[in-house]
């Protein structure tokens, strides 16, 4: 039977010229700053973002949580979004890694304005934490990939500044953005004191992302890099695959940014399905199943039924992800099959 593994871009795997490209890398001990292919990756990085310097992680969240810890100091106090992967997918780090909380403030869209973080900032008072940092998401994983509007992260950006307040941007899938807007990652950077870039979603990479800000700023990273055991030695053969990713994998993100229009489409003139075409911007779609039919863990079981692998989110809600090993002919795959599965539970053949 075939499979099509939708749960997520992080099932990419590396391709065999990019397993070459790992195999052929000069490394060295990044622990002592002496692996010349990540410093080449870090060095691009900064290049590409507009900043001052770059820092090799492990993860996405690895690269938000070095973030966290160096631009707030404990008993501070985070802004962000109730939706977004700092506070729904991080195991709870900010607390136990910088003794922070999070103002978690629900969101459009993934989207958070600075009405409301104006209305949140905390006053001067010593009966209130202190408002240390704000955190953006670009793309939206929970709110289905969707592009944080330029304008409003302009205004927010304007404000911190005047605040004083540093704004970091989780930019794991901010390659994504870029490519469906046109709007260059050094344009996007611009408005945050750092943001964090993920290698090991649509990219196809198999480990990696990286932080970029001001060069004191990521010299703490690094400190707290080391101290989350986060020194990876001969880390350059990683560094490469991230490399061959930024030459070969970014402008094709287009693909699935398209392949994911079209199964939302397909899947919206499914009776008994929903999808707000609107929210469907990159590669992620997010559809839901009426109440009247079945919920949401019960149509993933379906379909897996079926060879479609894909990941509930919510009791009516389900996630699907395009990455670059899915292709034109799992599209109508996926269609045919779901097609299926709702013609059965619908004539009641559960």
Known sequence: MKTVDLRSDTISRPTA???QAMAAAVVGDDVFGEDPTINALQERIAELTGKEAALFVTSGTQGNQVSLNAHTRPGQEVICNSDCHIFNYESGAAAMLSGVQLNALPGTNGVITLEQIRLNLRPADDHYPQTGL???????????????PLEEIRRISAWAREQ????HLDGARLWNASVATGISIAEYAAYFDSVSLCFSKGLGAPVGSVVAGPRDFIARCHFYRKAYGGGIRQGGILAAAALYALDHHVARLAEDHARAKRLAAGLAAIPGLRVDLNTVQTNILIFEVEESVCGAAEMVGRLGEEGILCFDFGPQRIRMVFYLEIGDEDVDYTLEKTALVMARLKGGKR
Not at 134 to 148: D, K, M, P, S, V
Not at 164 to 167: K, Q, V, W
């Open 134 to 148: 704000i955190c953006l998401e670009n793309t939206h994983n929970r709110a289905g990939g969707t592009i944080y």
């Open 17 to 19: 010229d990019m397993r």
């Open 164 to 167: 004083g307040i540093s704004l």
